[in-house]
């Protein structure tokens, strides 16, 4: 069904597993298709009550996959086309927060670029303690999109927001619970277990009250998010093409290490 997902069902508790171990799961267009339908799928499961998405391996997400060159290399591709490509992520993230399950992101190692977007349009964040979080967009020559600033601003604040986003720092565990951008700490290679914990309280709730809460509060905290991010793709487009971009996006592959 998926060349990039892993999917496993277990009772009221779905878990997908972002899997491209070898590039440390970065953000592929596919990987995101991908995901935008694993939530349309899973969102129309009734029997679900929380759904899960970690990392293979060692990591959540690397981010944004710079060598997929149907992202990056697409000027010959028709304006249209283009532009579906740049607006994927806005799509997956706001195709993930719209679920009317409680959704729960398991971070290992790290989580990047568009692996914490993803992760913030989720409704928790379960981190292990020696892992980091990090938005480097903006040093790679790319604004911050997929509707990700908006959610920051709820989540932190203007001025955290403009920090997270602006000076690309690497964010370690405690730092991100302290500040309330991650919402539990686990020990390190136990972030799905906690999850799986918090997961087995929610279904010992009243399903239609958590669902109704949920949709409350994030219609409450989305008001004018649509506003702030309908262009982002556009924005990606414009700046991602740019020839400092492109030189930092290049300097920046130079600087990774394989996988190991």
């Not at 995901?35 to 990591?59: F, P, S, T, Y």
């Not at 790679?140 to 927001?161: K, Y």
């Not at 309280?201 to 309908?230: D, F």
Request: proline share 5%; aromatic share 6%.
């Amino acid at each position: 069904m998926y060349r990039t997902l892993k999917l496993e069902l277990k009772g009221a508790v779905a878990t997908v597993t972002l899997h491209r171990p070898a590039q440390r799961n970065a953000m592929s267009a596919q990987l995101m298709r991908e995901m935008i339908r694993c939530a349309q799928q899973l969102g129309a499961r009734r029997e679900l009550d929380v759904i899960i998405v970690r990392g293979a391996g060692k990591w959540f997400c690397a981010g944004a996959d710079l060598k997929d060159a149907s992202r990056w290399a697409n000027q010959s591709l028709p304006l249209e086309e283009q532009r579906d490509v740049a607006k994927l992520g806005f799509v997956m993230a706001r195709a993930w927060e719209e679920l009317p399950q409680i959704t729960i992101a398991a971070i290992e190692g790290y989580c990047i670029g568009g692996g914490l977007a993803l992760g913030i349009a989720l409704d928790w964040r379960v981190i292990a303690e020696d892992a980091f979080v990090s938005f480097p967009e903006i040093a790679l020559g790319i604004p911050l999109t997929w509707g990700t600033i908006p959610r920051l601003v709820n989540l932190l604040g203007p001025a955290r927001a403009k920090r997270l986003t602006i000076l690309c720092e690497r964010i370690p565990a405690g730092e991100a619970l302290a500040m309330g951008l991650v919402d539990y700490i686990a020990p390190p290679r136990k972030s799905l277990q906690v999850a799986r914990d918090i997961a087995r309280k929610i279904k010992a709730l009243p399903r239609h009250s958590v669902r109704m809460s949920k949709e409350t509060v994030n219609a409450y905290a989305n008001l004018g998010a649509h506003a702030a991010g309908h262009m982002a793709h556009d924005q990606v487009q414009l700046a991602a093409a740019s020839r400092e971009a492109r030189a930092a996006r290049e300097a920046f592959a130079r600087r990774r290490k394989p996988a190991g």
